[in-house]
């Protein structure tokens, strides 16, 4: 690209964009003046972004949506895999073979759809792509290996996908956040003190993770400033992992 003086406008996609995690990034990428597309299977509250109804289980509805962005774009600078689920509390011998599997095919096959789709856009100049693990991927807890198994194979992907995209000039990296004070575990606590209550004391920074928090490690991790930082998982964790 040639250079104009100024900074050409970042153009960026953001699956699960309509809610939690995924709608605070779009918040920031607009606000720092990104083009955004969202993909969802439902639309948000934000309208100042190019909206693409998507189940990203699917190959064919993820390839569709992909080409609709090249079509209007040409290219992209970031890819935000940010769609996930966590499933419902059950142990190994309790947890159906199909309630496993939906946790997988979101996590895991929705991050590999659309990163497989992103990548002849992020290719034509580079670019960036961000997975979401957690701390579960390294701190283990019961009653959650569906969501566990999706966070170890995320951090395994982002890697094998550094390792073979670095030549290309693609970024790819993963954030691994804690406990995160969305509306979604806010509204199943009621209120932060009560999730502050029943998690807090885990981190040794004496606090839960807010929304900021990871969004701010994510755009990091886009930014100049980690140019050659790829392959790497970080954990924005307060020290949790630290400790347990």
């Known amino acids: 690209m040639q250079s104009t003086g100024q900074a050409a406008q970042q153009i960026s996609v953001v699956t699960g964009c309509a809610s939690g995690l995924g709608a605070a990034l779009v918040s920031s990428l607009l606000e720092r003046g990104h083009?955004?597309?969202?993909?969802d299977v439902r639309a948000g509250e934000e309208s100042r972004i190019c909206f693409h109804a998507c189940d990203l289980r699917s190959v064919e509805a993820t390839e569709a949506a992909f080409a609709r962005i090249a079509q209007r774009e040409g290219d992209i600078d970031n890819l935000f895999n940010f769609a996930g689920i966590r499933g419902s509390k059950a142990s190994v011998e309790q947890i159906s073979a199909q309630e496993f599997a939906a946790v997988l095919e979101v996590n895991l096959f929705g991050t590999f759809h659309a990163t497989r789709s992103a990548v002849p856009l992020l290719s034509k100049r580079g670019g960036n792509v961000i997975n979401v693990g957690s701390i579960l991927g390294r701190s283990i807890v019961p009653g959650a290996s569906q969501?566990?198994?999706s966070k170890f194979a995320i951090e395994g992907f982002t890697k094998a996908c550094a390792l073979e995209l670095a030549s290309r000039g693609?970024?790819?990296?993963?954030?691994?956040?804690?406990t995160v004070a969305t509306p979604i575990n806010l509204q199943a606590f009621e209120s932060y003190d009560a999730l502050m209550a029943a998690y807090g004391s885990c981190y040794p920074m004496g606090r839960i993770c807010a929304p900021q928090?990871?969004?701010d490690a994510a755009l990091w991790l886009t930014g100049p400033n980690a140019a050659f930082v790829t392959g790497q998982v970080?954990?924005?964790d307060g020290g949790y992992t630290l400790a347990n």
């Open 35 to 39: 083009r955004v597309h969202g993909i």
């Open 147 to 149: 969501y566990i198994a």
């Open 170 to 178: 693609i970024r790819v990296n993963a954030i691994a956040p804690g």
């Open 213 to 215: 928090d990871v969004v």
């Open 234 to 236: 970080l954990y924005v």
